[in-house]
């Protein structure tokens, strides 16, 4: 037998996570107390980050914390129409949420002209090395300067996905509720019905609901909060994070479902769209 040393514990760098997104994101915080009003001990389903395929902060860099804390490696995901690999991990125990990484290609199959690729990685050279060393990079924020304001339009028009990672940098993208361990509502339309009565908009395109029993997860989510952005020639409103249900259904064997479906993932990147 392997006697497994002591695992360091993800908690402190989810509650991190937690406390970041929802400053930012207050209406996360308010459907969660939506919910914690009707009696409901809200889990989450899982956490997604995002990053650039690159060396030194890529998903292997990004998920080493939650894999010290004893997350397993799950399935690979692609995105070729918005040119990202993604990667989801399994908690340790159930209580915990699963993860689910992205990385923006920078090589072979990137949406970005090389002009733009020159600026994602003029952000990451200026990195200071010793940030990356000292904290958790899930946690790290922006660690490179404000971009121009044009900077930002020009990687929006390649890539929305460029765009919201180099304007906020390394912070949770969303969290989501998982909506098969609420005790109060049956599922997906009645946690949206709650959020839009609350006067938050969801996600349209591709349909509020995204996959259904058949793909065993069903989900939908807010679309990401307008957040105010300080850019280098000003302070401008532009899409920030947003949060997301999901409805996990048990396959043959009982279990839940453990995974993601690619092409509802697909449309749920679009949350951060700007419109
Ligand atoms: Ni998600």
Redesign the pocket.
Known sequence: MHAAGPRADIRPLLARLWADYTAQNPQAAQIRRLLEERGEAVVDD?I?LRTFADPRVGIDVLARPFVDAGYARGDDYTFADKGLRARHYDPPTDDLPRL?VSELLLGPGTPCSAGSLATLRGLLDAIDAGRLDAAPLAALGRPWPALAWDTYERLRGESEYAAWLAAFGFRAN?F?VAVHALRTLAGVAEVNALVEAAGIPLLRAGGVIKGGPADRLE?SSTLAAPTVVDFADGPRTIPGCYY?F?RRYPGPDGRLFGGFVPRS?DR?FESTDRR
């Open positions: 899982h997604a689910f969303h989501t989900q997301e999901a993932a749920i």
